[in-house]
């Protein structure tokens, strides 16, 4: 093999680090045969402990998958503390008990699995358990290599920034943390930049009916941005959150404002449409929820004169569309007749339903609207408006008027609903 050929083959060792700092120190004479007889006692102790927190330290398998653990957890202690510096592990193991570095180990790993994985604001109460399955995962099935722990640390560490980021801006703008503990931190930065960006006189992450205000203030040709008001909320601010407020807003300009103010999707679908980022809404009070139906449906509510949570208005008004009637909140006498006809004649429109609730009704009670009328109304209605029944006729539509009085709001005197 040429000289240049063996210059470019790169030697890998995979021995684990614990085994590379004992040779390296035996053969720098770091170590010492009195210092290996001292390991060789000492290690059977941290190796039966392990065993017996894993299992027990009566089975050999216990026992010798405690060695690898022990062997894994040692490795990821020293190769972190002396920075992969084979001089300054084999220093440690010298000075140094291998329990203490099995336990320097079993620490960083219980460190690790306490840093949040994610973003969400919930809080994180201690959890022994997981803590223990974790570290069991982690010293044998799935051992860390230093590489993949630091890597892992640092992810860990980046989503503690983005965690106390949102909840200072939440606190900023007035929000008890209780309120937005259900949220992630991005929800919560991405409502906190559209309020900033809007800049209403109070700042204060919003409700609904806030948040269809800012979108329709957005869309507005006379809408302008006002310069100073970052600059003013920033002004005070500690240096790392003012750096990540700036990149936020940033992002927000460049990525979710065209969103926005696109006119493709109604306010409404904006704050429901979670495949494209959602945002932190506040939960108000009910007139809160009443103004925001006012808002985003102002066509659902004048069709179903604001009793949209009424069955038998909604029965009457999805019966109508059904049969190529025009949608009304109650019926004469006539207009029911006319939709049992209709319904006689040719059936069901059933898909000018679902695509009536839509385009009109609220954007989180759609799937249950349709629901209503697909598992509910739609065949209990083909049953009693039907004239099937050649025994018993009902050619005068008294059966079918009686069910429509009972199940919608039917304007004529006769038998109460």
Known sequence: MSESVKKSVAIVDDRPFFERAVRYGLEHRLLTPEHLQLMIADGPKGIVQIADHFGTAYLRTDLETAVQRMSNLISLYLEERSNGDLYQAALSLRDNTLLSHSRGGSEMLKRLHAMPGETSLHPRPSDPQGQKVFVNERTFAFPLSLINYRRQVSECQANQLRIDFARWLARRLNTPADEYESFSAEEVVRAAMLVLYVGPATLEMPSRTQFIKFIDSLRKKSFKVKETGLAAFLRDAPEDFARLTRAAMQEFISEVLPRLKAADKSADELLHAETQGTFFIRDLPEEDVVAYDKLVAREWVRITKGNADDPAVLATIFLAIATGHPPKAAALQKDAKSIIANF?????????????????????????????????????????LADNDAQMPDSHMDRALAYFKKNCVGTWKGSSR
């Open 344 to 384: 006689r004649q040719q059936g069901f429109d059933s898909p000018a339903v679902l695509a009536f609730i839509e385009q009109f009704a609220p954007f989180e009670q759609r799937e249950d609207l349709k629901a209503l009328w697909l598992e509910d109304l739609l065949p209990d209605a083909e049953v009693h």
